[in-house]
C-alpha cells in the first residue's frame, strides 16, 4: 500500500502562537529559529526555563521545563525513584533527568497531525507544564537537599488544608 504525504499548511505557525502568548503574560524570552523558543517564568518555587521546539516532520511541539535543580551523585537514586511515582500520576507529561547536563525537567509534547494548534492549547500545555513543576519542585528539593527518601519527601507535599487561617 503506497503512502499519500498530505501537506497541511499551517495558518499560524506554533512557536509564534507561543510567542504572542508570552508576550501577553510578560514573559522574558528568546526565539532562537522559527522553530524554537525559550522563555523564562517566575513561579512561587523557582524561576522555570521553557524550551519549545517544533517538529515539522513529526508535527510535534515539544516542551521542557527545567528548574533550578541540581541532583549529586549522592542523590540520583532517589530522585529516579520519586521520578517514577510521580510519573505513574501523571496523565501528561513526565519528569526527566538529562544526566549529560544534570537537568531536571518535565518533558511533554504536542502533536498537531495536520491541525492547528489554538491559543487554548498553547495556554493549556504552558499552565500543565508550570502547575507540575510548581506541585512536585519542593518534593524534589526534600530529595535533593534534606536527604529525604522519595516517599517522605511526597507525603510533606501531599496533605490538604482544609478551613482557613
Request: proline share 1%; net charge negative; glycine share 4%.
Amino acid at each position: 500500500m503506497a503512502s499519500m504525504e498530505i501537506i497541511h499548511e499551517r495558518a499560524r505557525h506554533p512557536v509564534d502562537l507561543v510567542e504572542t502568548i508570552a508576550n501577553s503574560h510578560d514573559w522574558e524570552f528568546e526565539r532562537s529559529t522559527q522553530d524554537e523558543l525559550s522563555l523564562c517564568v517566575t513561579g512561587t518555587w523557582s524561576d522555570y526555563n521553557i524550551s519549545l521546539n517544533w517538529r515539522d516532520d513529526l508535527e510535534s511541539l515539544h516542551l521542557a521545563c527545567a528548574a533550578d535543580l541540581k541532583v549529586s551523585d549522592s542523590r540520583l537514586a532517589e530522585v529516579y525513584r520519586l521520578m517514577a511515582i510521580i510519573n505513574e500520576q501523571l496523565w501528561i507529561g513526565h519528569f526527566d533527568l538529562w544526566r549529560s547536563e544534570n537537568l531536571l525537567l518535565f518533558r511533554h509534547g504536542l502533536m498537531l497531525n495536520d491541525a492547528d494548534m489554538t491559543v487554548g492549547q498553547c495556554e493549556a500545555l504552558l499552565q500543565a507544564a508550570l502547575e507540575t513543576c510548581e506541585r512536585y519542585f519542593q518534593a524534589f528539593q526534600f530529595v535533593i537537599w534534606a536527604g529525604k527518601s522519595a516517599e517522605d519527601a511526597l507525603a510533606a507535599i501531599m496533605f490538604a488544608t482544609e478551613g482557613q487561617a
